[in-house]
């Protein structure tokens, strides 16, 4: 819930006081005066209209403004047309003309001011910073009679108006910063820039508006959903401080406010009060703003004092009589309103891309999402991550009851040619959407990526390294087979697969060394192909590069996690033969060489373990593998344990 | 916690896992040694290893013992030395387990075809498995009978299993069946022992004598489970 009524210090004091950074309500479109970020919550469309009167000797009312505004995702514009903004100071004197009629001539001075037009600008950098700015359009027309003597035959005294005027332009950035859900801080500057056309008369000067720079900070605390206090302080040292209160019903709001304004410029302390009474709805705000200035107004006002202090804000200055007025914003919104809105999200885990697969299935971040509405909604989960794909990537839709929370599961895809060897830190958006493809609601966090060669030291999913560069091992794979193609022409098909296991692992550890990990902070494996390139690897390297190839040609293969080997953890592989128990003896006279696995058929078949380490042949391998096998899985009971695992990859 | 005391007695077993020494040899006695294919000739005063299989012929026998175990293997059979062990009821009933932790736990329907590459020619299961002598299976069976006798039951059950998956035929055998059935319900393990009954009667050819034995030690079985 954020702040829905707040005035600001009294000289950058709008037409009625409302401040609309609110979910559901947008007033404050249609007061640049106090908004210089022209920040908006409104999703498409809004209109503001205020019609007022003043308690003026005589009780005037006029059309004060006009607003239309629109927001384009990110990006907020809005127009403003002011025919009421303007305030006239007539000073009547009389002279004499001097002559022998010695006559009376009545002389009038006229100040009028107005501001015309203005535009705004806002951005939403992220769901807690907007900046923006505006420019406002002012004309200022000075008129003075004069009494102008015509030498002819007869001396002629003619009344004359000297007139002289001037425009200006004033632009003003502001910010608003909502660090919490209940607290938002607002600066902005008054009279920033001013691009102005001078007077004619320089005389005429003192009776400009005054365009003292000033900046001002503002603080809007919601305690509870219904009440918000504000306070705003404005450099040249006026402040202002109020509260509104809020009763929803229904789907409405109905409230009142109330505020004080000190301005430096008027006095007593408290130069005047803010009462209003509020109306929210879901497609249009009403509100009845009084304005009473505690000083005494009268109709005449001391000329000296106007050409010493004149003014320097038109609608609030000490010569400012009490009003009346009536706002109303129409949200004419073609867009979905937010139903969603997350709370928090959780980052399961650093990003290893070699995982990628695994975060198809795994989610990488969790979201608590609130639905706002009353109604079940779907939301549709999306996310992006810089530096890995601009692309959004869904994950499921999940369905949520009514304002109830619910949570979503962010899954993501790496793209299949993602190479970085650096870790770097990246900056991950979640999205979620209810109905269109407009978004509910945002959000950002930083989140580690790893190198492509990370691996989080789970052998399972050592398996993402076997699959990866499938091309390469299936050329590498066939291309040793064709070699020993006289060879395999004379095998059983019984026997086939494990004798082209057999020949693949004699000629893969041929240029083969071992070597270690390069120091570093996270586990390092190598694909495959960097395996044979770079000509040797450790026991992960050198398992997850036979387990490829294997694989590369049909054979099953799973990788045997020692977890605990003397301390040390280790992985080799053990590959499946297809051969039936029975069958066994055709490859080898020794049981203890072999185990047998049921497949989810419930068929037994015969897998040997092969130390992929070894690099001498594939007879020694083997009989390295099921030494350790049997010894530390079967006799020690390893795999009852837990301490040895089967992975099977695929 | 039960967990951890399992494990540390483990470890304690997996450390009296020392290797035999050969006490008493006759006639033929072979070994293989861990991962050779070739088999050697037993002689006295030789020290086995865990993984070593002993095998003997007919008239043949050998006794071994270490600090703890004195074993002797009689004719027509195999024994690997690691099965020459002791071990507890509750080690066992984990162990038994042994073979849904070796089965391939693959998601359903992704059952992989075989290679579609062909060569040489095609040799059925079936005609394999006449080519294969039986007799190792057999006396691998022999082997664990006698671990029976040398009072090593627990071990013996565990070592059955894994004759089991290697040699399926020897558990076609309805005699060796029951032997081990019967020593798992010696061992009060009655709801395995009733599963094995119950798998024998309904996988293997049965006489009227083994039907009655076999129904017998079921409602035996039956009524210790209602009464526990």
Redesign the interface.
């Known amino acids: 819930m954020l702040s829905y009524f707040s005035t600001f210090a009294q000289s950058s004091f709008g037409l009625n006081g409302m401040l609309g950074i609110s979910g559901e309500s947008f007033t404050s479109m249609n007061s640049f005066e106090y908004n210089p970020s022209n920040y908006s919550v409104i999703k498409d469309w809004g209109f503001s209209f205020t019609y007022g009167g003043e308690f003026a000797e005589k009780l005037s009312s006029n059309l004060y403004q006009i607003t239309t505004a629109k927001k384009f995702k990110s990006h907020f514009f809005s127009l403003r047309y002011t025919p009421g903004y303007q305030k006239e100071f007539v000073f009547r004197s009389a002279t004499s003309t001097g002559d022998s009629t010695n006559e009376q001539i009545n002389l009038e001075s006229k100040y009028l001011y107005k501001e015309l037009f203005g535009f705004g600008y806002s951005y939403k950098i992220n769901k807690d910073v907007s900046v923006g700015f505006n420019g406002r359009y002012f004309k200022q027309d000075f008129t003075e009679e004069i009494i102008t003597a015509i030498f002819s035959d007869t001396l002629y005294l003619v009344k004359e108006s000297d007139v002289d005027n001037s425009d200006f332009w004033k632009f003003d950035l502001g910010l608003i910063w909502q660090p919490h859900d209940k607290l938002i801080f607002n600066f902005a500057t008054r009279n920033l820039l001013i691009f102005k056309n001078n007077l004619e008369n320089q005389s005429n000067n003192k009776f400009e508006i005054k365009t003292n720079k000033s900046i001002i900070i503002g603080i809007n605390y919601n305690p509870t959903n219904n009440l918000i206090f504000n306070l705003n302080y404005e450099s040249e040292n006026s402040f202002l401080t109020g509260f509104t209160y809020l009763i929803p019903i229904n789907n409405n709001k109905i409230g009142f406010a109330f505020s004080a304004f000190p301005d430096a410029h008027q006095k007593p302390f408290i130069a005047g009060i803010n009462p209003a009474v509020i109306f929210i709805s879901k497609y249009f705000d009403l509100s009845l703003t009084y304005i009473k200035y505690f000083s005494d107004r009268t109709t005449i006002s001391s000329y000296s004092d106007f050409t010493e202090n004149g003014i320097s804000n038109i609608l609030h200055n000490k010569y400012s009589y009490d009003k009346l007025l009536l706002t109303t914003n129409f949200k004419l919104n073609t867009i979905a309103e937010q139903r969603a809105k997350i709370l928090d999200i959780e980052i399961e885990n650093n990003i290893y891309p070699a995982l990628s697969d695994k975060y198809m299935d795994t989610p990488i971040a969790k979201a608590k999402v609130l639905n706002l509405t009353n109604e079940f909604i779907e939301v549709k989960p999306l996310m992006s991550m810089n530096g890995i794909s601009s692309n959004k990537f869904q994950s499921p839709i999940v369905s949520i009851a009514p304002n109830d929370t619910g949570d979503i599961n962010y899954y993501l895809s790496i793209p299949e040619d993602y190479s970085k060897v650096n870790p770097e830190i990246v900056y991950a958006d979640f999205y979620i959407n209810t109905v269109n493809d407009d978004f509910d609601d945002e959000y950002q966090k930083p989140i580690l990526v790893n190198s492509i060669n990370a691996w989080d030291g789970n052998v399972h999913n050592l398996k993402y390294f076997v699959f990866r560069d499938m091309d390469f091992s299936i050329k590498y794979a066939k291309a040793i087979l064709a070699k020993h193609k006289p060879e395999?022409?004379?095998?059983?098909?019984?026997t086939?697969?494990f004798y082209k296991a057999k020949i693949i692992f004699n000629a893969f550890i041929e240029k083969l060394t071992y070597t270690s990990d390069p120091r570093a902070s996270v586990e390092y494996v190598q694909y495959p192909k960097q395996t044979l390139e770079l000509k040797g690897g450790d026991c992960d390297d050198l398992s997850v590069c036979y387990g490829s190839l294997l694989e590369s040609?049909?054979?099953?293969t799973?990788l045997v996690d020692y977890k605990n080997s003397s301390t040390v953890k280790h992985v080799n592989v053990m590959f499946n033969t297809?051969l039936?128990?029975?069958?066994?003896?055709?490859i080898?006279?020794?049981?203890?060489?072999?185990?047998?696995?049921?497949?989810?058929?419930g068929i037994?078949e015969v897998w040997i373990p092969i130390e992929t380490t070894s690099l001498s042949d594939f007879e020694s391998a083997?009989?390295?593998g099921?030494?350790k096998f049997?010894?530390e899985a079967?006799?020690?009971?390893g795999?009852?344990?837990g301490m040895i695992e089967?992975i099977?990859v695929? | 916690m039960i967990k951890f005391i399992l494990?540390f007695l483990?470890s304690i077993v997996?450390g009296y896992?020392q290797s035999f020494d050969v006490e008493k040899l006759s006639g033929n006695v072979k070994i293989?040694s861990?991962?050779?294919?070739t088999?050697q000739q037993l002689k006295p005063k030789m020290k086995l290893d865990?993984?070593t299989?002993i095998s003997t012929d007919i008239n043949s026998s050998v006794t071994i013992k270490n600090d703890r175990i004195r074993f002797t293997l009689k004719e027509s059979s195999a024994i690997?030395v690691?099965n020459l062990k002791k071990i507890s009821l509750d080690?066992l009933l984990?162990?038994l387990?042994?073979?849904n932790?070796?089965?391939?736990?693959?998601?359903?329907g992704?059952?992989?075809s075989?290679?579609?590459?062909?060569?040489?020619?095609?040799?059925s299961?079936n005609t394999?498995?006449t080519l294969?002598s039986n007799d190792?299976g057999v006396k691998?069976i022999n082997g664990a009978k006698q671990l029976v006798d040398n009072g090593l039951k627990e071990s013996a059950i565990i070592t059955v299993q894994?004759i089991y998956?290697?040699?399926?035929?020897t558990k076609k055998d309805t005699n060796t069946r029951i032997y081990f059935s019967d020593i798992l319900f010696e061992l009060g393990l009655y709801e395995e022992a009733y599963d094995d009954y119950a798998d024998i009667s309904k996988t293997l050819d049965l006489s009227n004598e083994q039907k009655n034995y076999i129904n017998e030690k079921l409602e035996q079985i039956s009524k210790k489970l209602i009464n526990k």
């Open positions: 395999i022409d004379t095998l059983t098909d019984a086939s697969d040609i049909g054979i099953e799973a297809k039936l128990p029975q069958q066994a003896f055709l080898t006279g020794n049981d203890t060489k072999y185990f047998i696995r049921k497949n989810e058929l037994a083997w009989i390295l099921s030494e049997q010894t079967i006799n020690e009971f795999l009852l344990k089967i099977d695929n | 494990f483990f997996v896992a293989l861990s991962g050779d294919e088999w865990g993984n299989i690997t690691s080690e984990m162990a387990a042994m073979e932790v070796l089965n391939t736990p693959r998601k359903k992704s059952n992989k075989d290679n579609t590459a062909v060569y040489g020619d095609k040799i299961s394999l498995t294969q190792f691998r894994e998956r290697k040699y399926p035929t």
